[in-house]
């Protein structure tokens, strides 16, 4: 099994920042890649980031590219969502995720999920 905890939620006020942490434990060895997904109250979970760890690929949805940067430590088994220009639109609840995967990280595809943690950005 993978277990993964996420830290780093909070509130802040539009133009903030945050920094999300994802780490992981168990058998980490068995995954690949490494994402962020979140929902917002009433709508579907969405792709945020992901991460390729092996490679270190990166992609990012468009809704988050130029303000959010994905960065990753192999050695700890941690992921980093730098999260800046927050908007209203950003608040969610955020869910690491982490499997082995080929070229698609889409959520139906990851099974270990973390607990998630609140972004909360206020106007």
Known sequence: QVQL?????GSVQAGGSLRLSCAGSGYTARTNCMAWFRQAPGKEREGVAAVYTAT????????VKG???LSHDNAE????LQMNSLKP???AMYYCAAD??????????FRY???GTQVTVSS
């Open 67 to 69: 303000r959010f940067t």
């Open 5 to 9: 905890v996420e830290s780093g939620g």
């Open 113 to 115: 999920w973390g607990q």
């Open 77 to 80: 088994k941690t992921v980093y």
């Open 100 to 109: 082995r995967l080929g070229v698609t990280w889409a959520q139906a595809n």
């Open 89 to 91: 639109e950003d608040t």
């Open 56 to 63: 270190g690929m990166t992609y990012y949805a468009d809704s």
